[in-house]
Structures are given as structure tokens and as C-alpha cells.
């Protein structure tokens, strides 16, 4: 199926350490979501974006739908272990859902 | 918790059988979506209905199918099942049929196990 361009696929990083994401695609968006799965769980959301330019944050994350409405970053500050998970990101226009391929992060304290 | 309930949470089964999932949308939102999840793999999306009728299909195989009840609540069906089956399946709602500022929210899954 159709799938959004996520990257990086994996990363391991340092307890403490910044991390950033990004998702883009070919077409455009009306809102940008971003989830966190843990393993053998369902999706949680993050944080949703619902205007070209819109910056917004949730605590230690921080997420931006892009002008172009083709691309959105997030950016998690002062990692800790909890943060470990699998980060989609999600593009919707009219009723359709489509989800990147995933990153998986890994923190080491 | 995001108000969307599945049930049952894990389900195992053999080669062959058929068996139903049930998904209850979060309290007022009339859209339901199934997703199919394989190990370590993305979101595969199946199918959408929207206030009990069909709005969407993915990559739903034929021995699939779903309904949506005047209650709101969705269910899949899985018939014929295959080993590949295996997978955590997912059903998701959100409040309308696809209008701006729409978010999606998941319910916790089923695991599904074909043995």
C-alpha cells in the first residue's frame, strides 16, 4: 500500500541526547499526525498538526507541518529511556490515512 | 486510553477457521478504520466505514470483510485463515467522513495467532 517516506528507519541514541525525525511524501496533506507505538500495543498520538507552518509542542516533543503541506518533522528533546518506540507519522486528506514506514528508536542510558 | 475499545485482546486459532473481530469507536466519532500490523512491519490499512457504510477500501484480501453497525461499533471478519494471517490488527475511528482538522485515535489491538 501507499506509505509515507519516514527517516531514519532506526537510531540508537544516547540517554539525554536530542533526536529528530521526518516524514515526506508527493502529495499533500490537510493534517499531519504523529504516534508512538510500543511493542504489542496500539498506536498512541503524539501530537496533530493541522495547518501548513503550525509548530507545535507536547511536552518534550515538538512538531512542524511544512509549508509545502508535503513533509512534517519531530523533534524529541532530552531523550529518556521511556522515549524508546516506534514513531509513525501520519498524513490525512479527505478520509485517508497514510502512515510512514516507521522509526524505530533505541536509547541508551 | 483512547476511548476506542477492541475485543477480544488476543485470539489464537488454526489454518482454515474464521473469526471476528469487534471494534467500538470512541464516543461520538462516526469513522472506523482497520488496520493490519504484521512483526515489525507498518500499518497496512484495510478498510474505512463511515456511519455504517463502506467509505474506503486498502489492501483488503476477499476473505476479509468488515461491517458497521447502526450502534457504531465495526466488525472484521477473517475467513479461510492462512498462517500469514497472523498479525496485530488494529481499528481506529475519528469523528467524521474526512473533513480538515480530523485526527485518528487507535484502539489497543488484537493479536491474532494462526497456527
Known amino acids: 500500500g501507499q506509505q509515507l517516506n519516514q527517516s531514519p528507519q532506526s537510531m540508537f541514541i544516547q540517554e539525554g541526547e536530542d533526536v529528530s525525525m521526518n516524514c515526506t511524501s508527493s502529495?499533500?496533506?490537510?493534517?499531519w499526525l504523529w504516534y508512538k507505538q510500543d511493542p504489542g500495543e496500539g498506536p498512541v498520538l503524539l501530537i496533530a498538526l493541522y495547518k501548513a507552518g503550525e509548530l507545535t509542542s507536547n511536552g518534550r516533543l515538538t512538531a512542524q507541518f511544512g509549508i509545502t503541506r508535503k513533509d512534517s518533522f519531530l523533534n524529541i528533546s532530552a531523550s529518556i529511556p521511556s522515549d524508546v518506540g516506534i514513531y509513525f507519522c501520519?498524513?490525512?486528506?479527505?478520509?485517508?490515512?497514510?502512515f510512514g514506514t516507521g522509526t524505530r528508536l533505541k536509547v541508551l542510558a | 486510553d483512547s476511548g476506542v475499545t477492541q475485543t477480544p485482546k488476543h485470539l489464537i486459532t488454526a489454518t482454515g477457521q474464521r473469526v471476528t473481530l469487534r471494534c467500538s469507536p470512541r464516543?461520538?466519532?462516526?469513522?472506523v478504520y482497520w488496520y493490519q500490523q504484521s512483526l515489525d512491519q507498518g500499518l497496512q490499512f484495510l478498510i474505512q466505514y463511515y456511519n455504517g457504510e463502506e467509505r474506503a477500501k486498502g489492501n483488503i484480501l476477499e476473505r476479509f470483510s468488515a461491517q458497521q453497525f447502526p450502534d457504531l461499533h465495526s466488525e472484521l471478519n477473517l475467513s479461510s485463515l492462512e498462517l500469514g494471517d497472523s498479525a496485530l490488527y488494529f481499528c481506529?475511528?475519528?469523528?467524521?467522513?474526512?473533513?480538515?482538522?480530523?485526527?485518528?485515535?487507535f484502539g489497543p489491538g488484537t493479536r491474532l495467532l494462526v497456527l
Open positions: 481506529a475511528s475519528s469523528g467524521t467522513s474526512g473533513g480538515n482538522q480530523e485526527t485518528q485515535y
Open positions: 502529495s499533500i496533506f490537510n493534517t
Open positions: 464516543s461520538g466519532d462516526l469513522s
Open positions: 501520519a498524513g490525512q486528506w479527505t478520509y485517508k490515512y497514510i
